[in-house]
């Protein structure tokens, strides 16, 4: 079995599951600290919004360690079903 | 680090860095400037044939008696404690047509007491240069409407996130020879390396809050739309009602607005207040705001924080953007993410901070730049050419014309609001012309004389045009006819920019000296390689 190598070869799959599903996830885990955290009010509506660009930005950044474009959507949309099943069931 | 991951973020860095560095630069320098919005606009802010504001205690007297000539600025005024340039009558406010949104332009008028003790209304064509300035930043120089430019920065925001993390990857294992080290000497490329790593090593934690700072001013409506959908199940709207209770009648006599402000000062000692804001509308009755600076604390607009105040009672209302009063915590956390990014905390000394801290990270989209060129010329010259290819003659023109041409506009454009009004009539349609036909020209000249001979030349150019702007103030000090005006106080204005002007005349001198001694297969060479004669 060869060693696996890293190559910028397949950055368009990878780096468009991180702007696409990145972008899905952030807002799927922004929206969870929404609901299941405490407090309310501007504050909190604002804060939950702030959230999304740190972790979007998070994982385009490094998206690129996936070892290839299909991995990258594999693993993020994983993570968004789980994340978007866990938000439907804990709707208000 | 496994040099196959670093190789590989290499070459993600290279890419997202070239798509991304020159609409960065222009963000960042721009941006720079902008560190000095207030001190900007009454530099260039024209004065106005007006009384002097009466005293503060007769106020009431200035409001009552505007009100009773001009009913329609009831709406919205505003009351300047200190009147200056940039806001020359204690009372002001806009007339908008009727019918016109709240985004439209509207003349603006201010109002004072005359000797005689009857108001004294002029209209205030005062100037948006700043404003100006601010967009370049805001929309990275796209002339685009707001709505179209603002995602097409947040994309490149996230490009320059991906440039951040894959950059600091990339310089990680070689972190601790790399560091302290900035070699100068016959090996361009590695100085460049160096300055760039440098600058961006140090500079990280501040990059890190300006992109992710941008992202959310690139896409707040969309964050804030499918959290609408997803978290709040379309009830968005009524939240941000929530706990909110609005009661429009008036309950007793309205504090006279010298009252109201002692009011103000003795709920908050370090808050110097800068200005009252009076509004009225059927929703929400009569409401004033208290807007000013505390230095020793976080603002959450670029230049003030403000507080609601009881018009009839003085007390405050609301203090969630109050410096130093927010209540504990979402409030405060929020202000510190606007005000990392404005630089609005601290007082001068951290404007003077984020200057630099602007102009360096413009330095280090630059000296990307400069390494993907040298970087192309060394791996072609491997490959046996000994011109250059024609990707790096263009980025060589690009780099060279952008960046110098948006330096160049500004200074220009900021020089000509003492020259422009009076003389044609939409002011600041000129002045986003001159910037935008400076910027044009310089790229045109970059790829007409080649990145080399425009490199020096475009220096000295934007050095000129910086000299403008002390030289306009100086021209008006000295009273020539037709020169506009010269504030004493906004000299440090004038100072800074003869300072950039000194600054871009001793790079351009280097430029020069470069063409002249550096390798000729370089884009930095050429001229000389044309020049020397066939033997």
Redesign the interface.
Known sequence: MSTF????RD?FGK?SAG?VLGFGLA??L??LF??LAP????????????M???I???I???C??FRSGRAAWGWLGLANGIA?GV?AAV?? | M?T??V???K??HT?VGIISGLALFIGFYAGAITMFETQVQRWASPPVALSPAPAIERTQELIDKTLAARPQAERQFQITISPNAEAPARMMWLERAPGASRRDPAPVFGSTLAADGSVEIVQIVGTEVAQIVDVLHQQVGLPLDHEIAMPIMGIIC?LY??A???GTIVLLPSLVKDLFAVRVGKNLKRMWLDTHNVLGLFSLPFHIVI???A??FA??DQ??D??NK????GN?AA??E??EHHDPAPRGPVIPADELLRSVQAQAPGFRVDSLRYGKDDEHGLTVSAWGEDPAYGHRAPTAGWVEVDPYTGKFTET?YMPGMQ?A???P??TS?FSLHFGSFGGPPVRWAYFFMGLAGAMLFYTGNLLWIESRRKKERKAGAVTQSRSTIVMGALTVGVTLGCVAGISLTIAAAKWLPGRVGDVAAWHSWIYYLTFLAAIGWAFARGAARAGWELLAFAGAMTLLIPITSLLAAAGLPGTGWSYRHTILVDLTALAGAAALFWMARIAYRRVESGPRDSVWGEAKARAVPQA
């Open positions: 190598e890293y190559t910028s950055w780096a702007l807002l799927a922004s929206s929404a609901i407090g309310s009010g501007g504050g909190k509506l604002q804060v939950t919004m702030w999304a660009s740190p979007w930005v998070t385009l950044g490094f690129f360690l978007f938000l709707q208000p | 496994r196959d991951v190789r590989m973020y070459d993600v890419w996230l996130g991906i951040l993390v894959s992109c992710l700072t992202v959310v896409f707040h964050f804030y499918v959290q997803i978290a709040y199940g968005l939240k941000w929530e706990g969630d209540p915590g979402f409030m956390t929020l993410f």
